[in-house]
Structure formats: structure tokens, C-alpha cells
């Protein structure tokens, strides 16, 4: 017999939500609270985001003193390319027999923390306030939590489970990251008859990337060209070039050193080839620090420590709906939560992470519960 954690997941998995398209696993959501006795609440960010759904809010009011805590997972999952049949193997590993990905990445952290709602209110466990949020949209850019009210939220102090990594990682760190867009404009001209008279853009924005410093390029910093697009015909010297660029890093001044020099060298190639370029630098994200001796990772040491787990430390290379919230003010941990090769066919979890984590949530709500407010 599968637990109940179990069943919700599989439950919510085999509903397809790709970013913008959430609707089915939120309705699931609201289901599952409102049976609960819950009143869950859905703000109008969808409208701002592009999505079918707003966030999803819900409020366990305090039973007890302490302090309370805010709990947060997307609902969103990156496109699958076929069906969702989540299957337990003989070894209590949950895998999708359809060839595509599973969505443990984030529905995994979901029915946790449903479960462990669930388990607070059947158990009359004492608390000091839980509130739970369900987000749209984070695998493209973190848009829902972006666009949600913080204010709404009593606890100052927060958790979300979206760290691909064995449960009992914390991950006190996150990145600055940057995107650039990218358009390099040439002269077009047949490529057989005049080839002289054309500037190709395809060229320069070529000569450019082979001048980028690209993948790992310190301890603290990675550098990305994502996506090209160029030219009209395979016989015309391409007169537009266009492309996607990031780059990330734990140190926001090293992060703002290699975006200047990225941009540098798109101008210098532009100049070589004789076009010009066109750049555009957005924030994706803004960084983050915790300190093991926070109260935020305090609390999360001890809950997983109660819950029968060894804490460590580590920095994320990857941003999470945590970002957001440490941006505005308000202490948002990330803790792994055993989910594995997230994104691909192969992804999966085990039985055992997803009961270990309603444990981990059981245990944050009675050592939040403990603490001084």
C-alpha cells in the first residue's frame, strides 16, 4: 500500500503543468486543502505572468507561541514531452514509465507539504503558524513568487524543498544571475554574386562567442550562450543575428566585472566584422548569504536533525523561489530534498525521501514551534 504522501504525489505528478499551463495540479491543490478545511486563497498574478493560475495561498493559524514559518513550492514543471505514468519499482524508486520527466522537481516538495498540513490538523499538533504557497511559473524565471503580495505573509522566516540533492543538504547561498539579449545587425547581400558587399552578423556574433569566457569560470561565477538565431536564406549574407546570454555568480561584483567584459567583447567582434550590436541587460535574480548561525538555518539544523538526518552545508549554482523572497527581506531557506536528474527522463525520487520530507515538515513546524519568536 503507498502512503498517503506517496499517492498525492503520483496523484499530482501525472497532471501535466508546464509554465503558464498550471491549472489542472492547482485545482488538485485547492481540492486537497479545502477537504482539509482549509481556506485557500489565489491571487490575480496570473494575469502578470502569463499563467491560467495565481498564487496559491493558504493560512494555518497559530495554536501555540514561537515562531511561525511560511512554506513554498511551484506548481510548474519544465515541459514534458509525453505522458506522466509515475511507477514505483521494486526498489521504492518513482520513476515516469512514459519516457519523459517526472515533476518530483517540484511536486515532490508539494504533496510533502500538503501531507504535513494534513498531518498537523489530524494530529492537533500544536504551531505557530504555518502558511503554505504554491507558485506558478518558477521554471521560467520565478515569476509567481515575483509576483506575489510578501506582505500577505505573517512568518518572517521561510522553507522551500528544490534542491536536486540527498535530504539533510542546506544550501546556504544562491547566485546573482544576468540575462543579455543580444542582436548583431550586418548588411545583407547575395552570397555567390556580392558576397563582398554583405556584413555578416552570424560572423561577428561567431567570433564573438568563441571570445567568451564560457561554463565555470571561477569557484563563484559560470557564463552561458543558450540560444542563436540568424539569417534569412543559405544564400544571402545574414544581416541579423540574435542571442540569449546569461551569467551568474555568488559574488555580485565578479558578476557585474564578466557581464561588462561579455558585453566588450560583443562590441569588439561587432566592430571586426563591420556591424553593430544591439544589447540588452536584465536582473534575472539577485543573490543570497545565510550564515549557520541565522535563525532560518538554526531551525532547519535541528528539524532535520529531529527528523533523523545529518545537516550540511553548500552553495546552490541555481536560483529558486527563495531568491525572491530573501531579495524582499524575508529569511527563505533552501533544503534538498532527495529529488534526482530533475529536468530529464531519468528523473526520480525515492518512497523513502518523499516520507522523510512530511517528516522534515513536521519537524520544522515543532522546532519553529520551540523557538523565540
Request: glycine letters at 10%.
Amino acid at each position: 500500500m503507498a502512503s498517503e504522501v506517496v499517492g498525492l504525489f503520483a496523484e499530482l505528478a501525472a497532471l501535466p503543468s508546464p509554465p503558464g499551463d498550471e491549472r489542472a495540479v492547482a485545482d488538485a491543490v485547492i481540492r486537497y486543502l479545502r477537504d482539509l478545511g482549509l481556506t485557500v486563497d489565489e491571487d490575480r498574478a496570473g494575469g502578470t505572468v502569463g499563467s491560467n493560475i495565481g498564487n496559491l495561498y493558504c493560512r494555518l493559524e497559530p495554536t501555540n507561541g514561537g515562531v511561525p514559518i511560511f512554506l513554498c513550492a511551484h506548481l510548474d514543471t519544465v515541459p514534458p514531452t509525453a505522458a506522466i505514468e509515475p511507477v514505483i519499482d521494486d526498489d521504492g524508486v518513482i520513476r515516469n514509465a512514459a519516457g519523459t520527466i517526472l515533476g518530483a522537481d517540484n511536486k515532490s516538495a508539494v504533496a510533502a507539504m500538503l501531507e504535513g498540513a494534513r498531518r498537523v490538523l489530524a494530529e492537533n499538533r500544536p504551531h505557530a503558524g504555518i502558511e503554505l504557497l504554491f507558485t506558478p511559473k518558477e521554471e521560467v524565471g520565478l515569476l509567481g513568487a515575483a509576483a506575489f503580495e510578501h506582505e500577505r505573509l505573517h512568518a518572517r522566516l521561510g522553507y522551500v524543498y528544490d534542491q536536486a540533492a540527498p535530504i539533510g543538504d542546506v544550501i546556504l547561498g544562491a547566485p546573482y544571475s544576468r540575462a543579455m539579449q543580444v542582436r548583431f545587425h550586418g548588411r545583407p547581400a547575395h552570397s555567390g554574386m556580392y558576397p563582398e558587399e554583405g556584413r555578416s552578423a552570424i560572423a561577428a556574433a561567431a567570433r564573438a562567442i568563441s571570445d567568451l569566457r564560457l561554463g565555470r569560470v571561477d569557484e563563484d561565477t559560470t557564463a552561458n550562450v543558450g540560444i542563436i538565431q540568424g539569417g534569412t536564406a543559405g544564400n544571402i549574407i545574414p544581416e541579423w543575428c540574435a542571442l540569449d546570454a546569461e551569467a551568474r555568480s555568488h559574488q555580485e561584483r565578479k558578476l557585474d566585472e564578466l557581464v561588462q567584459e561579455m558585453l566588450d567583447t560583443f562590441s569588439f567582434a561587432a566592430g571586426l566584422e563591420d556591424c553593430e550590436v544591439e544589447t540588452k541587460v536584465s536582473k534575472s535574480y539577485k543573490g543570497y548569504r545565510f550564515k549557520t548561525e541565522d535563525q532560518v538555518v538554526r531551525i532547519a539544523h535541528a528539524a532535520l536533525e529531529r527528523a533523523g538526518y545529518t545537516p550540511s552545508y553548500g552553495l546552490s549554482g541555481g536560483a529558486a523561489d527563495a531568491n525572491i523572497f530573501n531579495e524582499r527581506g524575508l529569511a527563505c531557506l533552501n533544503l534538498a530534498n532527495g529529488m534526482q536528474d530533475i529536468h530529464t527522463p531519468d528523473e526520480r525520487i525515492t518512497v523513502d525521501d518523499l516520507e522523510g520530507m512530511v517528516e522534515v515538515t513536521l519537524a520544522l513546524v515543532d522546532v519553529a514551534r520551540d523557538a523565540d519568536a
